[in-house]
Each structure stands twice: as C-alpha cells, then as structure tokens.
C-alpha cells in the first residue's frame, strides 16, 4: 500500500506539486492524470525519491520511505518509463535481470525468474537472448514491465507506459496490463495525460492542474459528478465513449442523462464501441442501452 501525503515541490519559487495526498491499495490503479506540466511526473518521481520532496511524506506499507535503504526501496518499486529506458547493449535476460543482479540473486533463481516473466508479459522465450533493437516498441514495452516486475515489488510507478506505441499496440497493451494487476495485486500509480487511457486503467483517477489535485475518485466519480469546471471540461472530449467505458448495468439510469445530440448519434456511438468488446457483460448492458435510448429519444 502506498500513502503520499501532502507532498510538495518547489524549484526555486515555482510549486511545481502543490500538497498532493493519496492512497493505493494492493491490486489497485491510480491514475495521475493531466494536462503537461501539471506535476505528475515529479509526483511520481518524489515517490521513488528520484526527486527530492519539499515536503510531505511517503509510506509504503505504512512505513516511511526515508527509513528504507537504497536497495530496500529498489526492491519494494518498480518503475516503468515512456521511452522504456533499456540498456541497449544488454540483452532481454539480462535487462529483466537488472535489479535481481542488483540484489545478488543466486543465478538458478534469475534465471527462472527471468523465464517466467517473459512468459507473464506474453514473450517468448527465445527472446531472451535479443537485444532491444531487434524487438518491436510493444515487445520492449513489455521488457520494461517484466522488468519492473522482476524482483517482486510491492508498488509499480508508471510514467506514460503506452505513450509512445501505436494505437492497436497500446489498446492490446493497456487491456493486457488491466489483467495482468487483478492477477498480480500491485499498488500501481500510472501517469498519462490521456483520459480514454485513464479510465480504461484506472480503479482511481486524480486530476492535476497546476500542480494540485482537482479531483479524485473513480472514474465514474470524474465523468458523472465533477468537482468543478475544469475537471468537466478536462473531460468534455470524447465524453460518450468515456461514459460507454465506466458504465455497467447498475448505472443504467445515469445512462439516459447523457446529452446525444441524436438518437442515431448514441446508436452508433454504442455500437461502435461495443464493437472493440466482446465482454459478456458489456454485450448484456448493450441490449439494455439500446432500449433506453430508443426510449429516451423515441423512436424516431
Ligand atoms: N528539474 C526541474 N527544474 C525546474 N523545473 C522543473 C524541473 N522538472 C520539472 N519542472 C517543472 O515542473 C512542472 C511540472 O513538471 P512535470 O514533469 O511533473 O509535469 P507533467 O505533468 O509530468 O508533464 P508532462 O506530461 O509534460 O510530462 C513543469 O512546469 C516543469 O517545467
């Protein structure tokens, strides 16, 4: 479990992050979300200490991070980036291997453990001996997640992980990384600047702006009842396929509050996006849509 509480960051007379507080629980996603500049990076990185705080703190599993040694805290958070950062002369074992190496593993153990996890993310194994220029940006993509996961850490911090992938890739990924945390059970915070990504991945959301959290909450929280004026209009672009997204059966009256401009514009919105799912439960609440809006804008 991670708690931040009240965390700031000035350079020089600039407060980049503006007393920030949050919790994430094992198995849970929270999203920092915002526009560029709004201080999540730096939020994220103050949670690893990459960059020294001004003031707050940071405890996982209840413990302060200043009290962790170096290696301890290494152990405790991985940490995957945009431009994936992997040693470019090294191969995939031995990129996975890093913090296992770090942490003077026994070799039978890296090894095996370097196995699994290619298997985890879905590479396979003969893949260990190529370097990252012979892989695909998804292929490293999922090195970078392996290996922030190779020494079992408690917290996951991840910064605009699909940013730089094409839109199939990132879509494949991202829904591939959903399950892969309800199997896994990390405290994981993901920064992206990209709502659709945000409620896809998000159990949790904080909206940033100048450096302060506008609003958190669950998605369905940020799309249905924003705290303000910025975190509506933050979310005004592609607002249907964002309700589409966090809607289920239990909120299928909010459903008939969505403001379409035509009754042939929600049909096709909805089937569009139903399309893309093959989810059991997204087809049951389709049928249920459907009715609402035929009735909610009659039948012609
Ligand atoms: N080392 C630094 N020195 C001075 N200012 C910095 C430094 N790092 C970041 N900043 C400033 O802090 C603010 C927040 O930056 P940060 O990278 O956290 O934003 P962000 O929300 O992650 O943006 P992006 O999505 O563009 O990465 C920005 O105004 C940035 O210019």
């Given at each position: 479990?991670?708690?931040?509480?009240?965390?700031?960051?000035?350079?020089?007379?600039?407060?980049?992050?503006?007393?920030?507080?949050?919790?994430?629980?094992?198995?849970?996603?929270?999203?920092?979300l915002?526009?560029?500049?709004?201080?999540?990076?730096?939020?994220?990185?103050?949670i690893?200490?990459?960059?020294?705080?001004?003031?707050?703190?940071?405890?996982?599993?209840?413990?302060?991070t200043?009290?962790?040694?170096?290696?301890?805290?290494?152990?405790?958070?991985?940490?995957?980036?945009?431009?994936?950062?992997?040693?470019?002369?090294?191969?995939?074992?031995?990129?996975?291997?890093?913090?296992?190496?770090?942490?003077?593993?026994?070799?039978?153990?890296?090894?095996?453990?370097?196995?699994?996890?290619?298997?985890?993310?879905?590479?396979?194994?003969?893949?260990?001996?190529?370097?990252?220029?012979?892989?695909?940006?998804?292929?490293?993509?999922?090195?970078?997640?392996a290996?922030?996961?190779?020494?079992?850490?408690?917290?996951?911090?991840?910064d605009?992980?699909?940013?730089?992938?094409?839109?199939?890739?990132?879509?494949?990924?991202?829904?591939?990384?959903?399950?892969?945390?309800?199997?896994?059970?990390?405290?994981?915070?993901l920064?992206?600047?990209?709502?659709?990504?945000?409620?896809?991945?998000?159990?949790?959301?904080?909206?940033?702006?100048?450096?302060?959290?506008?609003?958190?909450?669950?998605?369905?929280?940020?799309i249905?009842?924003?705290?303000?004026d910025?975190?509506?209009?933050?979310?005004?672009?592609?607002?249907?396929?964002?309700?589409?997204?966090?809607?289920?059966?239990?909120?299928?009256?909010?459903?008939?509050?969505?403001?379409l401009?035509?009754?042939?514009?929600?049909?096709?919105?909805?089937?569009?996006?139903?399309?893309?799912?093959?989810?059991?439960?997204?087809?049951?609440?389709?049928?249920?849509?459907?009715?609402?809006?035929?009735?909610?804008?009659?039948?012609?």
């Amino acid at each position: 479990m991670i708690e931040v509480q009240h965390l700031s960051k000035f350079y020089n007379d600039q407060k980049v992050v503006d007393d920030v507080s949050f919790t994430v629980a094992q198995g849970e996603v929270l999203v920092l979300l915002g526009t560029s500049g709004s201080g999540k990076t730096t939020t994220l990185k103050m949670i690893n200490q990459l960059v020294e705080k001004s003031s707050g703190s940071v405890l996982i599993h209840g413990k302060n991070t200043e009290t962790y040694k170096a290696h301890e805290l290494r152990r405790k958070i991985g940490y995957v980036i945009q431009s994936i950062g992997l040693f470019p002369h090294y191969t995939i074992h031995e990129n996975i291997a890093t913090v296992p190496e770090l942490l003077n593993w026994p070799k039978h153990k890296i090894n095996s453990r370097v196995k699994e996890l290619l298997m985890l993310t879905g590479l396979p194994e003969n893949m260990a001996t190529k370097k990252p220029h012979e892989l695909s940006g998804g292929q490293q993509q999922r090195v970078g997640i392996a290996r922030a996961l190779a020494a079992d850490p408690d917290v996951i911090l991840l910064d605009e992980p699909f940013g730089a992938l094409d839109p199939i890739t990132r879509s494949e990924l991202q829904h591939e990384f959903k399950t892969l945390n309800s199997d896994l059970q990390k405290a994981m915070v993901l920064v992206t600047h990209d709502v659709l990504e945000a409620v896809i991945l998000g159990d949790k959301i904080a909206l940033m702006d100048q450096g302060k959290i506008q609003q958190i909450g669950t998605p369905s929280d940020l799309i249905f009842e924003p705290a303000n004026d910025f975190v509506k209009k933050f979310l005004a672009q592609n607002r249907i396929q964002l309700e589409l997204h966090v809607i289920r059966l239990n909120d299928l009256q909010k459903f008939t509050s969505l403001r379409l401009s035509t009754k042939e514009d929600a049909l096709c919105t909805l089937a569009e996006y139903l399309s893309k799912n093959d989810d059991d439960e997204i087809l049951k609440t389709y049928f249920n849509y459907r009715d609402k809006i035929i009735s909610a804008y009659g039948k012609h």
